[in-house]
């Protein structure tokens, strides 16, 4: 018998452990869970704008205050910039889901070596994946089913292939995230904005980290690592850093 839907727990290892912890008391004293599904993995900490403001006063880095981060980010990934995006409160579990994202333009197929080379410093053939609207993830995707964590692969559309060659593995699969824009309302806005410069609503999306580091947390850990790799530019909550 084939099941109609899947669900897994993001975090499905050792760090699966706190969510388990938290959520073990509930079923102890009610024996049922405070949520009916997992709609996202946000529960890191978050850091407002003053705080990103006074790290980059501190280190006396020329910025930009935006009006419209999404727009500015669009702009510069359609220019082919490579992006650290750096928004909200960081995300659990082992996949940047659009919080603490290095983003790039999935249509160019020479970006995954970009970034592998400037940025990751890793092996040439590591892939990368995609983040697209949720509302065109059938549009790209073979038997697209939800997939909001960026852990379960689906064949890319052979039609779309060439489309998306930078998030598109050697054997024609994604791992993709479908962003929903009532959960990640800015991200969302930004994948829109890129689609209606470029016709497509997806972005190349890794982690903020530099090889064989974690994931950034805090505004100073964002602007050590922009500063040690090869992106063009930094957008941490309203405040753009370029190089």
């Known amino acids: ?3 109609d839907r899947i669900f897994t727990q993001p975090a499905a290892a050792d760090d699966g452990v706190a969510l388990a912890a938290a959520l073990a008391p509930y079923l102890e004293a009610e024996g049922r869970l405070p949520i009916t599904e997992m709609r996202h993995a946000y ?31 669009a702009d510069l990934l359609s220019a082919g910039k490579i992006v650290g995006w750096f928004q909200g409160r960081m995300e ?4 940047a889901l659009g919080s603490r994202s290095i983003l790039a333009d999935p249509r ?41 964590f960026m852990i379960l692969t689906f064949p890319v559309k052979p039609e779309k292939r060439s489309l998306i060659p ?19 309302p800015l991200y969302w806005r930004l994948i829109d904005q ?36 090869g992106m063009d530019a930094l957008v941490m909550g309203r405040y753009l850093v370029e190089k």
């Open 194 to 229: 890129f689609g209606k410069r470029t016709g497509v609503p997806v972005v190349m999306n890794t982690s903020f980290n530099l090889r064989g580091e974690p994931i950034v947390c805090s505004p100073t850990d964002a602007v050590r690592t922009f500063f040690s790799s």
């Open 1 to 3: 018998m084939l099941a």
């Open 166 to 184: 930078a998030v598109t593995h050697v054997d024609g699969s994604a791992r993709p995230q479908a962003v929903d824009r009532a959960v990640s």
């Open 108 to 148: 160019d197929p020479e970006m995954s070596a970009k970034v592998n080379n400037a940025v990751k410093f890793r092996e040439w053939w590591r892939p990368f994946a995609p983040s697209m609207l949720a509302e065109v993830a059938s549009d790209y995707l073979e038997n697209a089913s939800p997939s909001p």
């Open 92 to 95: 659990f579990g082992p996949r």
């Open 43 to 73: 529960l890191g900490p978050e850091h407002d704008d003053r705080e990103i403001e006074k790290v980059l006063r501190t280190y006396k880095l020329r910025y930009t205050r935006l009006d419209d981060p999404a727009e500015t980010t």
